[in-house]
């Protein structure tokens, strides 16, 4: 039953929430892009060591960021259910599972950089890179994690302009800092490459106590009480996380995979790979966004008992994710060469670069469409069932992309198909799964 505080399913209020959450995404591909553009300008092993570095890093935080999905799901759920203190003892034992999560992946990113990882680098100069790049980068586990967590507790609200604040105060404070530390800018004495790794790690924290600040002004009621949640409703954040963690771990950690592999083939292989990359955080800018508003809205209605809007609810955010893909993934096949031109001066590169940007541009249309079916189950709370088309997906992709740079290198456009392969599997999967579902009798408790 609606009432005043109810979702509103407009296209309007679906942009509301979306659009803070896309506007975030496009603040931190700007970081990206910015890192890069200065790691380029210093040397190809700089851009290759950090960017490695860069997939490492974000495949260990995906355990934080999967267990951020299901504090998210929880929190709508929560929130769909008028129990607002409730949601707020989730988010304190999130914030302290986040602490816990944060210290581990510091531990642990300690441990792999002692020559674990690096033996995994061909290019000595890139192992280099690769090493220095890391020990500094690994200082952002524990903000990171932290700002996981209140982030999910924002979205999960369907309240999202904190995330938009925190990240232009974090891309602008990781950008200035690049301009100083990598290159000299503003008087300051440069410290090369591995001052966008400082940047990073101090953005990252500078955003984390911002976001902490906010929470307490738009919440205050999480300092008014200790209460945590209790061992049995811990066990149904359990049942949600850990299948997502595993699916997320499982993604970036093939992903990562990937440009490891690619870098068998030749660095020019691997610079083309690390700039397709960022033209791939592009088209994430509408994924993210709409993805994070799927899930709040597939967990809220069904918390409200509004199970039949389902349908109409989707349709909306498919449309909106694909002209927002359009909108922004549009020069990949109308202007490639313009955009390979910013990166590569040679011909080859620029003939690679355009000829790639073309099949990703292929790539995350399909992923317009099975993104938001996985993410409708994973708001379903059928997280399970989301990491077993996960794992299918991802055993095809890296099937193939070993195949085609160890056993029969390819050019890297061909190499990069392997993403039709992982984007159509979540799709046909996950279609599978939705088209027998009742939709108008989704049960509002949260079990597999």
Known sequence: MKTADSLQIGYR????MALPISAGTALQFLVLLTDNFFLARHSESAINGAGNAGLVYMTLETLAVGSSAALQIIIARRIGERNLPEALRTLRTGLLIHVGIGIGLLVVGVLLNQGLLGSTIQDP????????????????????????????????????????????????????????????????????????????????????????????????DILTSRTLLTSQKLRVWWELAYPLMGQFLLTIATWTAFFFLVEKVGSLELKVSHITRNF?????????????????????????????????????????????????????????????????????????????????????????????????????????????????????????????????????????????????????????YLRKLDWNDLSPQITE
């Open 125 to 220: 100069g890139i192992r280099s890179m690769f090493e220095s790049f890391f020990s500094i980068r690994l200082l952002g586990f524990i903000p990171f994690s932290i700002l996981l967590a209140l982030n999910a507790f924002y979205t999960g609200t369907a309240k999202t302009w904190p995330i938009l604040l925190v990240a232009a105060v974090t891309g602008t404070i990781n950008i200035l800092l690049d301009a100083a530390w990598v290159e000299g800018w503003f008087s300051v004495e440069p410290i090369g490459a591995i001052g966008a790794a400082w940047a990073s790690v101090t953005a990252e924290s500078i955003g984390c106590i911002v976001s902490c600040i906010i929470l307490v002004r738009i919440a205050p």
């Open 13 to 16: 209020d679906l942009l509301r």
């Open 280 to 432: 791939f955080m592009l088209a994430f800018i509408t994924a993210q966004g709409i993805q994070q508003t799927t899930r709040t809205y597939v967990s809220g209605l069904i918390g409200e008992h509004r199970g039949a809007e389902l349908k109409l609810v989707l349709k909306r955010l498919t449309l909106l994710n694909a002209l927002g893909m359009i909108i922004l993934c549009h020069g990949y096949i109308l202007y490639p060469k313009f955009l390979a031109a910013a990166f590569f001066t040679d011909e080859v590169g620029i003939e690679a670069m355009q000829k790639t940007l073309f099949v990703v541009f292929v790539g995350v249309s399909i992923y317009t469409f099975s993104g938001i079916m996985l993410s409708t189950i994973q708001g379903l709370g059928k997280t399970k069932r989301a990491f077993r088309i996960e794992l299918i997906a991802v055993t095809g992709y890296i099937a193939l992309a070993a195949a085609l740079t160890l056993v029969w290198p390819q050019p890297i456009w061909i190499i990069w198909l392997v993403e039709w392969v992982y984007f159509s599997g979540i799709g046909l999967g996950s279609w599978l």
